[in-house]
């Protein structure tokens, strides 16, 4: 059976230009059909979410990284990517986005895509309908607990499920972000918490699917510490009753 010479550049141009006639046609055909039945979130600007773009260039990369591999099996790999890309946790994460900017004014949590307006260009964005923000109803005023600033950021330094440090990769045009909620005043005093309770505001993480280096090894998916919310953290106060002197044993 034939294997590929990759140390030969004019057969391996050859087979990095068939590889991407058949990614290209994979992103026209599968790919993009596939997107259309995923609620992925996109923002209400131009560009779209380039998940699926960064998987593909993952998964080609690691192909590409494959030395000897005989053409059944690079059929076989190339056969099975549309279920790797449709199965990929990444894909189904609404708090991550990949591309060169964040959408600044997209929220996963209050705002859904309806669709595609070819005129303009632009992706129609809609309040959700179970956001609780509703305008056509009055509502009773209310405040947080934990006054809260939501915002996209890009996560560098971090690490992963091991506590091994991570870097997550960042790329010119496919840098990921991931959406958060900060506490506005950290370790600041909870509002309408009892004075039984000390309160305080504090950040809390989760874990994001991201693509990151750890340490001596080759850059690879896998869950990473992220910002996620801020919470409010009570401990109950204990009181120690001061004896008076009219309560003094008498001698």
């Known amino acids: 059976m ?11 141009s050859r087979h990095v230009v068939w590889l991407t006639v058949v990614i290209l046609c994979s992103l026209k055909l599968d790919t993009f059909h596939f997107c259309s039945k995923t609620t992925i979130p996109l923002p209400p600007l131009d560009a779209p979410n380039n998940v699926i773009k960064l998987i593909i260039k993952t998964y080609v990369n690691e192909l590409l990284d494959s030395p000897g591999m005989d053409p059944d099996q690079l059929k076989r790999k190339m056969a099975s990517m549309n279920d790797y890309i449709s199965t990929h946790p990444a894909l189904h994460q609404r708090y991550l986005w990949v591309g060169s900017t964040p959408p600044a004014e997209y929220n996963p949590d209050l705002h859904e895509i309806t669709g595609y307006d070819q005129n303009t260009t632009r992706f129609v964005v809609k309040r959700k309908r179970n956001s609780g923000m509703s305008e056509s ?6 405040e947080e607990i934990c006054e809260t600033k939501q915002k996209w950021e890009q996560i560098n330094e971090t690490h992963d499920l091991y506590d091994n440090k991570a870097k997550v990769i960042q790329q010119e045009d496919m840098k990921q972000f991931v959406f958060s909620y900060r506490c506005a005043k950290n370790k600041g005093k909870c509002l309408g918490i009892s004075q ?6 504090t950040e809390r993480f989760g874990w994001m699917y991201m693509y990151y280096k750890p340490e001596n090894k080759p850059p690879q998916w896998g869950f ?3 910002p996620h919310h801020c ?3 009570l401990k109950p106060k204990f009181y120690q009753p001061t004896i008076s002197s009219a309560d003094e044993p008498m001698k």
């Open 224 to 226: 990473v510490n992220a």
């Open 2 to 12: 034939l294997k590929f010479e990759w140390r030969s550049r004019s057969t391996q």
């Open 196 to 201: 039984l309770y000390e309160s305080e505001c």
């Open 137 to 142: 109803k009055e509502q009773l005023p209310s």
């Open 231 to 233: 919470a409010c953290r």
